[in-house]
């Protein structure tokens, strides 16, 4: 599945996946069945008799999935297949990857939605100027870190420039929030905070994105 497909616009939408069927080398006697099944699979059935010019780029993209599956391949090449979708049409195609993976197919998917990538995949890589620099399971990418961050509120501005000669204090309106590196920093941190009274509302042992992740490989 290409990044920019370009689609017989005039054609409908039974007639492309009928074309590409045949083109696969698929029976005319299972083809009918096949395409219903596969406009099924995508939510595009209603539009079976629609022309391509008529869909939503979300539609379109979820015609090409379709497109790719016409002749049941084991491996799915996609390139960049939701970057120009809304959210509710990422949504949408991130819930069809999912149960394509969980019918046993492998995807493979090139991405600079690294939050796409971090919902879907098992299995991340990086590439750099055309050099694959790691191969992770994701699991490990998104592993806990010995970051904390401390979020809390405070009337008190004298508190808060006493903080600061410490820590990091980060403003965020009506709510501060702190990092600190490690569980004994965070000790020392919540000490402080509790001798000067100050209401805390969360404390979150931070996890590394696949964005960090990324950028830790390629920022050199």
Not at 23 to 44: H, W
Not at 61 to 79: F, V
Not at 147 to 167: A, G, N, Q
């Amino acid at each position: 599945m290409p990044e920019n497909a370009r689609y017989p616009l005039r054609l409908t939408v039974g007639q492309f996946l009928s074309y590409w069927g045949k083109f696969s080398g698929i029976p005319s006697r299972e083809l009918a069945n096949k395409v219903g099944d596969l406009l099924e699979f995508v939510s595009l059935k209603d539009r079976v008799k629609s022309q391509i010019r008529e869909l939503s780029k979300g539609m379109q993209a979820r015609l090409g999935l379709a497109q790719a599956l016409i002749n049941d391949p084991k491996l799915l090449i996609l390139d960049e297949p939701n970057d120009s979708l809304d959210p509710l049409g990422r949504i949408e195609f991130r819930d069809l990857l999912k149960q394509l993976k969980a019918s046993g197919k492998t995807v493979f998917m090139n991405s600079h939605l690294l939050s796409e990538v971090e919902r879907i995949s098992d299995r991340v890589g990086v590439l750099n100027s055309g050099e694959l620099l790691k191969v992770e399971h994701t699991r490990n990418v998104l592993r806990a870190s010995e970051e904390y961050e401390v979020m809390f509120t405070c009337s008190s501005e004298t508190s808060i420039s006493e903080l600061k000669h410490s820590f990091n204090v980060r403003d965020d309106g009506e709510i501060y929030s702190i990092v600190v590196r490690n569980s004994q920093e965070l000790e020392k941190l919540m000490k402080e905070l509790s001798d000067k009274e100050i209401l805390i509302r969360s404390v979150n042992q931070r996890k590394q994105s696949i964005e960090e992740f990324f950028l830790s490989l390629t920022k050199a």
